[in-house]
């Protein structure tokens, strides 16, 4: 695809997960439109595909991308940077949008427990993967979908994964402040390389009914004040890391 098309971010290149809906679909419609090329990713490929062909549509630019990957496996996360790292020269900016909201209690093929792995893990990892092609491509960008339904949210390290018990919105609102913490954690150590670290609440809007992949927005009106930040981002860190299943390959 043509990497021409004019605009501000001509050149840039953007990666946007849970792209083919909601949140995800408008910020890469608006990238594109800015002159990126974009990729976006999306569980299903086919559905990818149909998206990424209407933000083409949309924005007018060609350069739109189609990743397929499920985000609840670190095997897919892993094949998705591989995947985008093969197709792209530069990263720019990252866009961990991707997340989820359940009511009863799920686990991946990894054994983990769902909104944590797809909400919080996902956005971890990923981040981790491409840190130095980020770093390689400064200035650059990463921005991470949290919610203000982290202000009710709590970091249980004692039962992350809600073994001993499980709430959906207490599980939400916990992978919303993670994605928080680890976001200041990770400005912090970005200080001085060129790359910005930003998590943000996106208001609230009607996307799909399914509850599965849905954007970052919180299910219901929650409060605005701020939450938690440093001083709980080294320790979620080291309990991201000790969270993480077995490796193996995840059903589709």
């Not at 792995?117 to 990463?142: C, E, M, Q, Y």
């Given at each position: ?9 001509a ?13 995800g ?8 439109a ?9 569980r299903?490929?086919?559905r ?8 083409v ?6 350069a ?26 530069r ?26 792995a ?11 993967l ?18 203000n ?8 390290f ?12 207490r ?52 409060s ?5 930040g ?23």
């Amino acid at each position: 695809m043509t990497e021409n098309f004019p605009g501000p971010m001509a050149g840039k290149t953007a990666l946007v997960t849970g792209g083919i809906g909601g949140i995800g679909r408008a910020a890469a419609v608006g990238l594109a439109a800015l002159g990126a090329r974009v990729g976006i990713a999306g569980r299903d490929k086919a559905r990818t595909q149909a998206a990424a062909a209407g933000i083409v549509r949309e924005s007018g630019n060609p350069a739109v991308d189609a990743f397929a990957a499920d985000m609840s496996c670190q095997a897919e996360v892993r094949a998705l940077a591989a995947a985008v790292r093969s197709a792209y020269p530069r990263l720019d900016v990252l866009v961990n949008n991707v997340g989820g909201f359940w009511a009863t209690r799920h686990l991946t093929a990894d054994g983990l427990e769902r909104t944590f792995a797809v909400n919080h893990l996902a956005a971890f990892l990923l981040t981790g993967l491409v840190l130095d092609w980020l770093k390689a491509s400064a200035p650059a960008r990463i921005v991470t979908v949290s919610s203000n339904a982290q202000a009710a949210g709590r970091l249980n390290f004692d039962d992350l994964q809600g073994e001993r018990s499980y709430s959906g919105q207490r599980a939400y609102s916990q992978s919303k402040l993670a994605n928080v913490v680890f976001t200041y954690e990770l400005a912090r150590r970005l200080e001085g390389t060129g790359v910005t670290a930003t998590a943000l609440h996106p208001g609230l809007g009607f996307s799909t009914p399914r509850a599965s992949w849905c954007t970052g927005h919180s299910p219901t009106p929650a409060s605005s004040r701020s939450g938690s930040g440093r001083p709980a981002a080294r320790s979620l860190a080291t309990a991201s890391r000790s969270t993480r299943g077995p490796a193996g390959t995840c059903g589709s």
